[in-house]
């Protein structure tokens, strides 16, 4: 297993947690049209990549914003 540095490490994880914000993005929109996306900019500001994992996987089964808003706060 070759060595990784903590450099390389931060931007592995910059890499994720920008592909999981395309895709939260991406879902918000498809799930809730236009009002989705208004929660786009306090979903950015969240750093930790598990709490976007869980905000991804749950748009597939919450009915309403708040009920995801629930998520991460």
Request: hydrophobic share 40%.
């Amino acid at each position: 297993m070759p060595y990784i540095t903590s450099v390389e490490r931060r931007g592995i994880q910059k890499g994720i947690r920008e592909g999981l914000l395309e895709a939260i993005e991406m879902g918000l929109e498809l799930k809730f049209g236009s009002e989705g996306l208004t929660m786009l900019p306090e979903i950015s500001q969240i750093q930790d990549v598990e709490i976007l994992r869980a905000i991804l996987t749950s748009i597939k089964t919450v009915n309403t914003l708040e009920e995801l808003r629930r998520i991460y706060q």
